[in-house]
């Protein structure tokens, strides 16, 4: 496996979970200890949204493990050949003996304390989702899915009993706190899942000069942690392609480098 593939696996299984235990009715999946060193998994394909290569990460790592079995994954739930959703995996839990139905969440969020109610604050980058809408989506319409008529008719064609299975959550995030923030925190949820910081333009022109070199990277790129070797832009050639994605409204994630060699990634938000 290449460098680059074999990264994709090590962010992954790295990312904390966004908490731990039992979250308003979501239980984590409990991830399976996995020897990074001994992965012998396939290539993913660089040409398919983030989403779907973490999907074949966490695929690939749990086939990995001695602990489960892959029983299914993607599995498409229709009426009338209308689509209701995916079923995203369904496992063997070979320790418990027992079978278990995983939703996978691979989120940015950034956290905004302007929101008054914490369970809101947890946003995309771009304004377009949050952390509350897709925990009440899981919820109220992922889960219940396997439980309708046209979801658990599809199971038994499986030989799966919808009744049986354990319902559980492997849900990872990256979170970027507004700069100068004092004494983040979130909890109940994971503060590990702190990854940088978030801004406005205007802070950002301030900001980057404690940095002398810059790199926006693809989005199958951002669970990554920035490297030396990348090739990084000063800020004249840097600012060009950063302005245009702003006035695009998209929220760029920016890698920065600092003159002794220090590296942070921070979102910097068109919508301030």
Same mark, same amino acid.
């Given at each position: 496996?290449? +460098?680059?593939?074999?990264? =994709?696996?090590?962010?992954?299984?790295?990312?904390?979970?966004?908490?731990?235990?039992?979250?308003?009715?979501? /239980?984590?999946?409990?991830? +399976?200890? #996995?020897?990074?060193?001994?992965? =012998?998994?396939?290539?993913?394909?660089?040409?398919?949204?983030?989403?779907?290569?973490?999907?074949?990460? %966490?695929?690939?790592?749990?086939?990995?493990? !001695?602990?489960?079995?892959?029983?299914?994954?993607? @599995?498409? #739930?229709?009426?009338?050949?209308?689509?209701?959703?995916? @079923?995203?995996?369904?496992?063997?839990?070979?320790?418990?003996?027992?079978?278990?139905?995983?939703?996978?969440?691979?989120?940015?969020?950034?956290?905004?304390?302007?929101?008054?109610?914490?369970?809101?604050?947890? #946003?995309? !980058?771009? =304004?377009?989702?949050?952390?509350?809408?897709?925990? /009440?989506?899981?919820?109220?319409?992922?889960?219940?899915?396997?439980?309708?008529? /046209?979801?658990?008719?599809?199971?038994?064609?499986?030989? @799966?009993?919808? /009744?049986?299975?354990?319902? =559980?959550?492997?849900?990872?995030?990256?979170?970027?706190?507004?700069?100068?923030?004092?004494?983040?925190?979130?909890?109940?949820?994971?503060?590990?899942?702190?990854?940088?910081?978030?801004?406005?333009?205007?802070?950002?022109?301030?900001?980057?000069?404690?940095?002398?070199?810059?790199?926006?990277?693809?989005?199958?790129?951002?669970?990554?942690? !920035?490297?030396?070797?990348?090739?990084?832009?000063?800020?004249?050639?840097?600012? #060009?392609?950063?302005?245009?994605?702003?006035?695009?409204?998209?929220? !760029?994630?920016?890698?920065?480098?600092?003159?002794?060699?220090?590296?942070?990634?921070? %979102?910097?938000?068109?919508?301030?």
């Amino acid at each position: 496996m290449n +460098p680059e593939n074999l990264s =994709k696996f090590v962010t992954f299984f790295k990312t904390p979970p966004l908490w731990y235990g039992n979250y308003d009715g979501l /239980e984590q999946f409990d991830f +399976p200890e #996995i020897d990074l060193q001994d992965l =012998k998994i396939d290539s993913i394909p660089e040409n398919i949204r983030l989403g779907h290569q973490m999907e074949r990460v %966490f695929l690939q790592l749990v086939e990995h493990s !001695p602990r489960y079995r892959v029983l299914a994954y993607n @599995i498409p #739930i229709r009426k009338d050949k209308i689509s209701l959703g995916e @079923i995203d995996f369904i496992l063997k839990d070979l320790e418990e003996n027992k079978m278990l139905h995983v939703e996978l969440t691979y989120k940015f969020y950034i956290l905004d304390p302007t929101v008054a109610n914490p369970i809101h604050q947890l #946003i995309g !980058p771009n =304004k377009r989702d949050t952390f509350y809408d897709k925990k /009440e989506k899981i919820k109220h319409q992922q889960i219940p899915l396997l439980h309708s008529q /046209e979801g658990s008719t599809v199971l038994r064609d499986m030989n @799966i009993d919808h /009744e049986s299975l354990d319902h =559980k959550v492997c849900f990872k995030a990256q979170v970027f706190l507004p700069l100068g923030l004092q004494n983040p925190s979130f909890l109940p949820l994971n503060n590990s899942c702190f990854a940088g910081y978030w801004m406005s333009q205007e802070t950002f022109s301030t900001f980057r000069r404690n940095f002398s070199l810059f790199y926006i990277p693809y989005k199958k790129q951002w669970p990554e942690s !920035p490297t030396s070797d990348l090739h990084w832009n000063s800020y004249q050639d840097f600012k #060009i392609d950063l302005d245009s994605r702003l006035a695009n409204k998209n929220s !760029p994630m920016v890698w920065l480098k600092k003159f002794n060699g220090e590296l942070l990634k921070v %979102f910097v938000v068109w919508w301030l």
